[in-house]
Nanobody
Framework: QVQLVESGGKLVQVGDSLRLSCAAS????????MGWFRRAPGKEREFVAA??????VYADSVKGRFTISRDNAKNTISLQMNNLRVEDTAVYYC????????????????????WGQGTQVTVSS
């Protein structure tokens, strides 16, 4: 079993920066995939970023603005979000896939075994 707890979401202004964190407990290894997804109002949940084994992948919409980082010793992942836009407003979810999978699958929600409850990020203009 794996439990995930996100934190850091809040109301910010356009152009601001914000850092989200996710603490994981349970059976996670260095090869586990840890990722972030988000659900904007009225939209489907979508991939944001994922990291494993020193590698990271990003959605095109956040490349260059968001950075995912992972602390394997503490089983935490963070999402540094810079130059936030109104369209980044969403509930952000941390997710884990326990076993390794090809990088091309890291953006697929159905590959992940465990999900956090989410943390709300609101970007105001």
């Amino acid at each position: 079993q794996v439990q995930l707890v996100e934190s850091g979401g809040k109301l910010v202004q356009v152009g601001d920066s914000l850092r989200l964190s996710c603490a994981a407990s349970g059976d996670i290894s260095r090869n586990s995939i840890m990722g972030w997804f988000r659900r904007a109002p009225g939209k489907e949940r979508e991939f944001v970023a994922a990291a494993s084994g020193g590698n990271a992948v990003y959605a095109d919409s956040v490349k260059g603005r968001f950075t995912i980082s992972r602390d394997n010793a503490k089983n935490t992942i963070s999402l540094q979000m810079n130059n936030l836009r109104v369209e980044d407003t969403a509930v952000y979810y941390c997710a884990v896939r326990v076993r390794r999978v090809i990088v091309g699958a890291w953006s697929r929600q159905d590959e992940y075994n465990y999900w956090g409850q989410g943390t709300q990020v609101t970007v105001s203009s």
